[in-house]
């Protein structure tokens, strides 16, 4: 398998190795930490949470990556990415020690909010610390495919975290065990990150760089600067654009999803099955994700992104309709596998048009408005849930509402990118 085969490669070298043990670490710690949060936020006893309270809990993940991204370039360009590393570990690790504090006394209100917020806006200066410094342990020609390589196991090892995570919480049946969990792998990878030189993930800082003050003023410019530049990159534009029908479909069909397992297929009483049943076919939905990966690569070759991403949509909404209209667990666990794999291919088909789409010298600010359509599409999905779902999440309305969703991102796609298509090789 050629993902093997590269990373294999990769892994020959010793700066990589101890980059990407961060990252796995990291990220593995990332899915423990879910975990206790869907745990303690949709599973407690004393509370039978509806979709607003999953809307708020998709607000409280998301939009950190939404509204701290741009200002994390910055401050990377500025600080030593190895102490940043090591630094939003650390603090991570002792945030979630505040979590569970907060989680001890009883308290689900804002300071837990605040403080999980705070939790997840740290990340986003992790993720991007690891970005930025992969091309400090890799040669050039290898920067493809560590790009390719290590988001797809840095995913995997999240899903494998989840999984410790759900099996920790049902053989101790606490959250504050699992959030106790969270905080050592959290420390385990600011240790990792100590093996690195201080200064050998950069920044390479050469000629006069703008102050902290100047450069954070300058984002917003720089962000409208980019939106210009792709406004005159067709197919970029298209496919962000299909990004964001894609996440907030999606997310539609997730918070159905979290209250068909949490209020329909199981009763009050039966919360410990409730939570293994969900962690299943959250995993089925992980699987779909890790199967795209590696049939994308081959299918683009063989219909050409433009066409790929439209048959994704036209898949989406059929395995949607059918088998997830049935609202069976076995058909949620065959449509969540099914709708994963039409997700990850249109995002990794969407990541590839706006690399080859758009100028190096403008991408980073692209790929900030396309990290803030990716996350703000979840989320405003989540809060239309909230509005339309019921508390059970089977809605005949809403089914239809998101199939046709799918299908109508799919015409208008195909459409307008049939003007201007790309070479069957992009």
Known sequence: MQFLRDLGRLLRRGDFRRLFAVRLTSQFGDGVFQVALASYVLFSPERAPDAAAIAGLFAVALLP??????????????????????????????LVLVVGAIVAVG??????????????????????????????VVDTDELVMANAVTPTSGTALFLIGGGVGAGVKLISDSDLVVLGTTSVVYLAAALLALRLGRYQLGPDLTGRRPGVGEAIRG????????????????????????????????????????????????????????FGALALATGAVGAGLFLAALVTPWATRALTLRRWITALFVAAGVVTAVPGGLY???????????????????????????????????????????????????????????????DDGKSYSVLIFVVLGFLLTALAYSRLSAKDPLPATS
């Not at 917020?117 to 690891?130: A, E, I, K, Q």
């Not at 080859?356 to 989320?379: H, P």
Request: aromatic share 10%; hydrophobic share 50%; charged share 15%.
């Open 65 to 94: 990556y939404s509204v701290l991204g741009p200002f994390a370039g910055v401050l990377l360009d500025r600080w030593s990415r190895r102490q940043i590393l090591f630094g939003a570990n650390l603090t991570r690790a002792a």
């Open 107 to 136: 308290n689900a209100g804002v300071p837990f909010y605040l403080a999980v917020l705070l939790t997840l806006g740290v990340n986003r200066f992790l993720l991007s610390g690891l970005s930025a410094g992969l091309p400090h």
């Open 219 to 274: 984002i917003a410019a720089g962000l409208i600067d980019g939106a210009r530049h792709l406004k005159e990159r067709r197919q970029p534009a298209l496919g962000l654009a299909a990004i964001g029908s894609l996440r907030f479909l999606f997310g539609l069909v997730t918070v159905a999803m979290i209250l068909l397992y949490r209020n329909r297929f199981y009763g009050p009483d039966q919360l410990d099955e409730a």
């Open 328 to 390: 069976t667990q076995p058909a949620i666990l065959v449509a969540g596998f099914l709708t994963g794999f039409c997700a990850q291919g249109v995002k990794i088909s969407v990541d590839t048009l706006v690399q080859t789409g758009i100028e190096d010298v403008y991408r980073g600010r692209v790929f900030s408005l396309y990290d803030m359509i990716f996350n703000v599409g979840q989320v405003s999905a989540a809060a239309l849930g909230a509005l339309i779902l019921p």
